[in-house]
């Protein structure tokens, strides 16, 4: 994965912070390159996930957040900025020193990705999409988007959760070997700060509103 550092905005207002991404976005077009990606990311063996469409009573939003990623021992942080309509999703992945790493644009059917050419054509942004959609899209359109697992919203500590779990034998076992464990510190989830692991793959993302 590509290395990301901490954010460098801490001083800025939420205001300031959306400009920037934005600001970005466009300065960075003469060292990215523009990407067609596949709508379908692997999430474990045997289970992969496509894109969902966005749903038509989508409310409209604009949101910043810091995303902190932990894969093995390695930490990466990036700032994104999302936006969301029934139209379209645009998401800006932001680093320190003033380069945007990404600007994702995904209409519910094609997908499209400018990257900096610093990350490599390995990199893959949409992975990153497809984990938000896990996290804030409405469980059934999830689970119609999922191959060979379902999402759950089971009882937890935290005021709200979800699990996803591999359907190739569906027992009640099997259900509590959880491939994705999301928890919310919030009933609200685009208002909560959000963890997401992936315990098979050493993999955990956190999600802070700013």
């Not at 021992?73 to 139209?87: F, I, K, N, P, R």
């Not at 060979?148 to 259900?175: F, H, M, Q």
């Not at 070997?177 to 999301?182: E, G, N, Y």
Request: hydrophobic fraction near 40%.
């Amino acid at each position: 994965m590509a290395r990301f550092f901490n954010a460098i905005t801490n001083g800025l207002t939420p205001c300031k912070r959306v400009s920037l991404l934005i600001l970005l976005a466009l300065l960075s077009g003469s060292c990215s390159h523009t990407l067609e990606r596949q709508t379908c990311v692997a999430l474990a063996k045997d289970v992969s996930y496509c894109l969902a469409p966005i749903p038509a009573d989508s409310q409209v939003r604009s949101v910043t957040q810091r995303v902190t990623i932990e894969v093995d021992d390695s930490s990466h942080e990036l700032l994104t900025q999302l936006e969301l309509d029934s139209g379209q999703l645009t998401l800006v992945g932001l680093a320190p020193l003033g380069q945007a790493l990404f600007t994702i644009l995904f209409d519910g059917v094609s997908l499209n990705s400018q990257q900096n050419m610093l990350l490599g054509d390995e990199f893959k942004a949409e992975y990153l999409l497809a984990l938000i959609q896990l996290i804030y899209w409405p469980q059934a359109d999830v689970n119609a988007h999922l191959q060979g697992a379902r999402l759950t919203s089971p009882e937890c500590d935290a005021p709200r959760c979800r699990t996803i779990y591999a359907t190739v034998n569906d027992t009640k076992d099997n259900r509590r070997k959880s491939i994705i464990k999301i928890s919310f510190d919030k009933i609200e989830p685009w208002q909560a700060e959000v963890e997401l692991a992936i315990p098979q793959a050493k993999f955990e993302l956190k999600i802070t509103p700013i």
